[in-house]
């Protein structure tokens, strides 16, 4: 296994490719709440992959496994509820129920996502590191910045997980994720 990190943030403490507002983030879903091409299959080897690196870390990097959509505004509501009906990775909750598992007063309801976690974004890189370093594991490598050719890392491996989304490659995709 090879780990490559664009370098971490000291002002963020992880990785300045993850993404500020969903790093750490684990579900199949895009942000229009569609099932993203292979997210059932990537969420289960991620879910694999998390196992892994806390086993080798010996320590937990899941910080919660309760993910939370709130709904913006009624139509917002409405979407999300839309989607909840439509999809077994979605469960609507109601404004108490949501303002329960939120912690929050007031609110206008919003979506679970199941089988979704966050893991925290810095433990999972040490842990990450410690599977890579363990026997067999493999090795870690550091690039900085962007990644200048995706393909050749493609190439060199059996599977790839970008933990940058996509946008970490939107400048080269070309047909590298066509779907």
Same mark, same amino acid.
């Given at each position: 296994m090879t780990v490559y990190d664009g370098g971490s943030s000291p002002a963020l403490g992880f990785s300045r490719t993850a993404s500020a507002v969903a790093g750490g983030l684990l579900h199949p879903l895009t942000p229009s709440l569609k099932l993203a091409w292979e997210g059932e299959a990537a969420l289960r080897e991620a879910d694999a992959l998390v196992a892994a690196a806390e086993a080798a870390a010996g320590e937990t990097v899941v910080a919660t496994d309760v993910v939370l959509r709130p709904a913006a505004d009624a139509a917002d509501a409405e979407q999300l509820r839309r989607a909840a009906a439509a999809s077994p990775w979605l469960e609507w909750l109601d404004a108490g129920a949501f303002a329960e598992a939120a912690g929050r007063p007031r609110s206008l309801g919003g979506a679970r996502?199941?089988?979704?976690?966050?893991?925290?974004?810095?433990?999972?890189?040490? $842990?990450? /590191?410690?599977?890579?370093?363990?026997?067999?594991?493999g090795?870690?490598? %550091?690039? $900085?910045?962007?990644?200048?050719?995706? %393909? $050749?890392?493609?190439? /060199?491996?059996?599977?790839?997980?970008?933990?940058?989304?996509?946008?970490?490659?939107?400048? %080269?995709?070309?047909?590298l994720f066509p779907e």
């Open positions: 996502y199941v089988g979704g976690k966050v893991v925290d974004p810095k433990a999972y890189l040490a $842990a990450l /590191a410690a599977l890579a370093a363990a026997p067999g594991g090795a870690v490598a %550091r690039v $900085a910045g962007d990644v200048a050719d995706p %393909r $050749a890392i493609l190439s /060199a491996h059996d599977a790839v997980v970008v933990a940058g989304g996509a946008a970490a490659f939107a400048a %080269r995709r070309g047909d």
